[in-house]
T-cell receptor, first 115, second 111 residues
């Protein structure tokens, strides 16, 4: 059990457009979901924490108006990169937890390229 | 703010060699997790250590949690090319459920 599906796996978009990334917990209800970004040869950087039905909590330095997070249900969170620019090109990864037991399951990531 | 350091940042070794990577902090943690990430994939949990001084083994991987629960190490015996990846430590504590990673150790095992 404990599978997290992330979609799309790869996306290329034009500068100035918006891109939505979905993160779904397939076989459990996720009390909390997390969004990370990862640049080449670097570690994962936590962007925000989202709880179902409430506003996301963003880490310092992350623009909440640029990275819109919606956690509409216990199995789905979305990250929308608005007005994307080439510097937003990165690997975005989501993670979900259940039951606050420090069990984190990661999606397989989304490679975003902004041209 | 906790300061979390992983070392070495990069490690390139030959198949069959042993290695140790470290995760150190000035903070005390309630538990600590180790993950391995392969290129283009999400991290995969290897182990969770909870008790100070705890040692856990996963085949050729040995994980140790420091007595004071401020540091941890991962030792790999007879490394194989399949061990290649980014090894990440992620401590938990302070009542937060956020999972924040160290900078990671990029391991390359050459055949």
């Amino acid at each position: 059990g404990a599978v997290v599906s992330q979609h799309p796996s790869r996306v290329i978009c034009k500068s100035g457009t918006s891109v939505k990334i979905e993160c779904r917990s397939l076989d459990f209800q996720a009390t909390t979901m997390f969004w990370y970004r990862q640049f080449p040869k670097q570690s994962l950087m936590l962007m925000a924490t989202s709880n179902e039905g409430s506003k996301a909590t963003y880490e310092q330095g992350v623009e909440k108006d640029k990275f819109l997070i919606n956690h509409a249900s216990l199995t789905l969170s979305t990250l929308t990169v608005t007005s994307a620019h080439p510097e937003d090109s990165s690997f975005y990864i989501c993670s979900a937890t259940r039951d606050r037991q420090a069990r984190y399951t990661f999606g397989s990531g989304t490679r975003l390229t902004v041209v | 703010t906790q300061l979390l350091e992983q070392s070495p940042q990069f490690l390139s070794i030959q198949e069959g060699e042993n290695l140790t990577v470290y995760c150190n902090s000035s903070s005390v943690f309630s538990s600590l997790q180790w993950y391995r990430q392969e290129p283009g994939e999400g991290p995969v949990l290897l182990v969770t250590v909870v008790t100070g001084g705890e040692v856990k083994k996963l085949k050729r991987l040995t994980f140790q949690f420091g007595d004071a629960r401020k540091d941890s190490s991962l030792h790999i015996t007879a490394a194989q090319p399949g061990d290649t990846g980014l090894y990440l430590c992620a401590p938990q504590g302070g009542g937060s459920e956020k999972l924040v990673f160290g900078k990671g150790t990029k391991l390359t095992v050459n055949p």
